[in-house]
């Protein structure tokens, strides 16, 4: 069999994130190295200003063009990668074409979505064809949902090593987060809020935290879920609700089931932000959880929708200078409690902005690592998680390379 020309080929390289996934490659592996690499996306000029942009070192950095729509383009792109990943959101406007594309060819693929619903929809419409082929499918390699999903690997390994059980029940509770929300986040929201609104199998879909899971095979009658301000003991924090959790939570779950239930069939996951403890935490929980509903609401109302579209919100390829990308930065407790009611805490932090910086980084080691360490013979076909697909190779690779810790830490 002809190996394919290139490793990774980085399609919608011209976005803001795929220019700092670029640029990322480029420092990590060079143009023309044993890694073999090629920036794509639709504009040939605008790839080349690219090129131009990331210096002399970028000279021999190859350039594909695709259009995000065009079937033969995409299929032609994906013959001649290992593994093709994408930064072109919202992927349920624009995404869909490129995942079959890869499926139908045998070629592995890694993005930044955090698109519950259209993860659904390409695991419904894909997964028998992908387990033929043999392309392994990793959605959510980003913020959305990598912390997430191997935190609670790394919590369930320290879970397993000091109780010799894993955790029946996990959560994460965000202790820091600093950094902005990306143009193409805050499209993949509008668009979701779109979606929900005209059709009531989405919203369902969203309010079900095994909703990824292969037929919903679980025993739980837990529903976890933190929707309204609450506190939590175990954090010792008041709580509000964190915007990220749907996926992030569907995706731990489909690890879980993924892995054989590893976690248990009665594992329950959720997540929430901390804003502290006393009459200070009350107040944050209050108007952290008001301000989510209110711009959800304003989301969903189309007269505020387009003011909040035209004169608030990041517009996709904006986003935040270097320097504060560099000031950014995330901090996630993780606390388990297994059956016999043994605890474990864990943490998980990131060194600069989660939705940029750290997001780039991420994808970066992601696809990397599903290209040179993850052997077919290994891992079959399929719609995977980042745990599942990737687990620990990739924990070493993050710690390594992408500013991520994971510690254990005293309950």
Same mark, same amino acid.
């Given at each position: 069999?002809?190996? $394919?020309?290139?490793?990774?080929?980085?399609?919608?390289?011209?976005?803001?994130?795929?220019?700092?996934?670029?640029?990322?490659?480029?420092?990590?592996?060079?143009?023309?190295?044993?890694?073999?690499?090629?920036?794509?996306?639709?504009?040939?000029?605008?790839?080349?200003?690219?090129?131009?942009?990331?210096?002399?070192?970028?000279?021999? !950095?190859?350039?594909?063009?695709?259009?995000?729509?065009?079937?033969?383009?995409?299929?032609?792109?994906?013959?001649?990668?290992?593994?093709?990943?994408?930064?072109?959101?919202?992927?349920?406007?624009?995404?869909?074409?490129?995942?079959?594309?890869?499926? &139908?060819?045998?070629?592995?693929?890694?993005?930044?979505?955090?698109?519950?619903?259209?993860?659904?929809?390409?695991?419904?419409?894909?997964?028998?064809?992908?387990?033929?082929?043999?392309?392994?499918?990793?959605?959510?390699?980003?913020?959305?949902?990598?912390?997430?999903?191997?935190?609670?690997?790394?919590?369930?390994?320290?879970?397993?090593?000091?109780?010799?059980?894993?955790?029946?029940?996990?959560?994460?509770?965000?202790?820091?987060?600093?950094?902005?929300?990306?143009?193409?986040?805050?499209?993949?929201?509008?668009?979701?809020?779109?979606?929900?609104?005209?059709?009531?199998?989405?919203?369902?879909?969203?309010?079900?935290?095994?909703?990824?899971?292969?037929?919903?095979?679980?025993?739980?009658?837990?529903?976890?879920?933190?929707?309204?301000?609450?506190?939590?003991?175990?954090?010792?924090?008041?709580?509000?609700?964190?915007?990220?959790?749907?996926?992030?939570?569907?995706?731990?779950?489909?690890?879980?089931?993924?892995?054989?239930?590893?976690?248990?069939?009665?594992?329950?996951?959720?997540?929430?932000?901390?804003?502290?403890?006393?009459?200070?935490?009350?107040?944050?929980?209050?108007?952290?959880?008001?301000?989510?509903?209110?711009?959800?609401?304003?989301?969903?109302? $189309? $007269?505020?929708?387009?003011?909040?579209?035209?004169?608030?919100? $990041?517009?996709?390829?904006?986003?935040?200078?270097?320097?504060?990308?560099?000031?950014?930065?995330?901090? !996630?407790?993780?606390?388990?409690?297994?059956?016999?009611?043994?605890?474990?805490?864990?943490?998980?932090?990131?060194?600069?902005?989660?939705?940029?910086?750290?997001?780039?980084?991420?994808?970066?080691?992601?696809?990397?690592?599903?290209?040179?360490?993850?052997?077919?013979? &290994?891992?079959?076909?399929?719609?995977?998680?980042?745990?599942?697909?990737?687990?620990?190779?990739?924990?070493?690779?993050?710690?390594?390379?992408?500013?991520?810790?994971?510690?254990?830490?005293?309950?």
């Amino acid at each position: 069999m002809t190996q $394919p020309e290139f490793d990774v080929v980085a399609f919608g390289a011209t976005s803001f994130v795929g220019r700092l996934l670029s640029r990322y490659l480029l420092g990590r592996h060079g143009a023309a190295g044993e890694f073999r690499w090629a920036i794509a996306g639709r504009s040939e000029s605008r790839l080349k200003a690219l090129r131009e942009e990331l210096g002399a070192g970028a000279t021999n !950095l190859p350039i594909v063009v695709a259009d995000a729509e065009d079937e033969g383009a995409l299929g032609a792109l994906c013959a001649r990668s290992r593994v093709v990943c994408s930064t072109v959101g919202p992927f349920a406007l624009y995404g869909s074409p490129l995942v079959k594309a890869c499926v &139908e060819r045998g070629t592995d693929y890694c993005d930044i979505t955090g698109e519950a619903q259209w993860v659904a929809r390409m695991i419904a419409a894909h997964e028998a064809t992908a387990r033929k082929s043999g392309a392994r499918i990793v959605h959510c390699c980003g913020f959305d949902s990598i912390p997430s999903d191997l935190g609670v690997h790394f919590l369930q390994q320290q879970s397993l090593r000091q109780h010799g059980r894993p955790c029946v029940r996990a959560k994460m509770r965000v202790r820091r987060l600093r950094g902005y929300f990306s143009g193409g986040t805050v499209a993949s929201i509008v668009n979701f809020v779109k979606e929900a609104l005209r059709d009531p199998a989405v919203r369902k879909l969203v309010r079900d935290p095994y909703g990824m899971c292969p037929g919903r095979r679980i025993e739980s009658r837990q529903r976890p879920t933190v929707d309204m301000m609450a506190f939590d003991t175990d954090a010792r924090s008041w709580l509000a609700p964190f915007i990220m959790a749907t996926p992030n939570v569907q995706v731990v779950h489909r690890s879980n089931a993924l892995s054989g239930y590893a976690y248990g069939r009665e594992f329950a996951y959720e997540e929430a932000v901390m804003t502290g403890r006393g009459p200070g935490g009350w107040a944050g929980a209050s108007m952290l959880s008001l301000g989510l509903g209110g711009f959800l609401s304003a989301v969903a109302f $189309p $007269p505020t929708r387009v003011l909040l579209e035209k004169l608030l919100l $990041p517009k996709p390829g904006q986003g935040p200078s270097p320097e504060q990308q560099q000031k950014g930065g995330y901090d !996630l407790r993780f606390f388990g409690h297994t059956a016999d009611g043994k605890t474990m805490q864990t943490r998980v932090a990131g060194d600069c902005d989660p939705g940029y910086c750290s997001t780039a980084r991420m994808l970066g080691e992601a696809i990397a690592c599903l290209a040179l360490d993850v052997p077919r013979t &290994e891992k079959a076909g399929g719609f995977w998680t980042p745990a599942t697909a990737l687990g620990d190779r990739l924990m070493q690779r993050l710690v390594a390379h992408a500013g991520l810790k994971f510690e254990a830490l005293s309950p």
